[in-house]
């Protein structure tokens, strides 16, 4: 068992998922290679207590499912996976015992699991309140998400044998050029659409990857540390949410970039010269080049200017007060389909208001706005009691997603989003070792 677990946390393991990854994206089988990678997540799941390569088959299965459109019915037929993954799951336990514990934020999820709970209390539906996916979500959302955390804060730690924060950004590199190998496979089975020059080419799944994108890009600037050419990974990152199309994904991503560099020029003295050498000449080739950037990227700058391209989310905004009048105290909960003819919403999807700040509002009201900036400061608070360098990177991906959430569910979907930002501040207190917390002091002295 220590050999297999040895392999499970083996670069081979790695090597492993992403040949898998990358022949289910050329071979077009995605929602096969779902269900396969979830199998092999019961498997690893029974087999270790080490959530480290759990979290690569995650990460690594959200590259490729998020292409799945309208699948909800399609994946039906493969019921007779959930018995297996309950056994598994099972055997985990059994194996490893499960414990839980009170992290810093246990406190503001609890709150918001509670928000989220009697979401639309006086006004909603029964029916609405009731169906699979209100609770589903309600509960993932909510008391889920809660015993997950607290069963992380038992469960993650620091290990001897690896560093989890090198480990950790390797993964979401990977993540990088696995979401690169998706983008062309994309570009190349449409090459047709090409014929007339190169241009962003529509496609649904977009502003999954942007988001995805957006999560793993600060992690390259992290290892840029030691190896500083994974600074050009971080810039190449952001070269790929352009290609994806995605409107939030093009505004936000620039944002996160510029936070990046900043963070690093502050941070990393020894690189210092590099960075603002590497800045300069970016700035002097885009303005070289901005025209062809722009012929480019007209479509998404067309859908970004395009009053009808943005009017379902406009109109989604007042329609989210009005919900937060109807019931202030609690709002109109979050399966509340009553606003479908403005956002018809997929199979087993709710109705999102696509902005955080609305549909924090117009769902959970008082209780949630309440909530929900609790739980924010709580998580402030966390980087600021475990301020390492790792943790700044992970804080600036939960900015990210923060972001992107202002134009899509973002952070309300359970997974992986949530379940991974969830993650993010688990980590910053349980996977510091001695020597992460001594690297940025040694950043900051241009040291090592």
Known sequence: MEKIKKFLISDWFTVILLIGSVGVVFSGNEIIGTVIFVLVFGITMALTDDWMPLLQIIMFTTCFAIRCKNSFSTFLAYWWVVPIMVALIVCH????????????????ILATSVAVTLGGVGIISAKEYFSYTSLFYVFMLGFGMLIIYSYMSASLRARDSYSYAEKFSKLMVCVICLLAVCLFEEYFSNRAQLADGFEIIPFQWRNNAATTLML???FAFYLSRKDFGLFFIGIFDYILILFTGSRGG???GIVELIICIIVMFILDKRHRPAIAAIVGVSLVITALTYKIWIDTLSYTLMR????????????LIPRGIEDFKANPLFGRGIGYMGNRDVHKSADFALCWYHCSPIQ???????????AYGYLIYLRIKTLLRNFTFFNIIMFISYLGLEMMSLVNPGIFAPFPYLFLITLYFVMMEKSNNDEDKKILPRMIKGEK
């Open 93 to 108: 336990f059994v194996r490893f015992r499960a414990h839980f514990a009170k992290g810093m934020c246990f406190n503001g």
């Open 216 to 218: 793993a890009m600060p």
């Open 250 to 252: 093009m505004l936000f």
């Open 304 to 315: 970004l200017v395009d009053p009808n391209e943005n009017s379902i989310r406009l109109q």
């Open 360 to 370: 924090v509002i117009g769902s959970f009201g008082i209780l949630g706005i309440a």
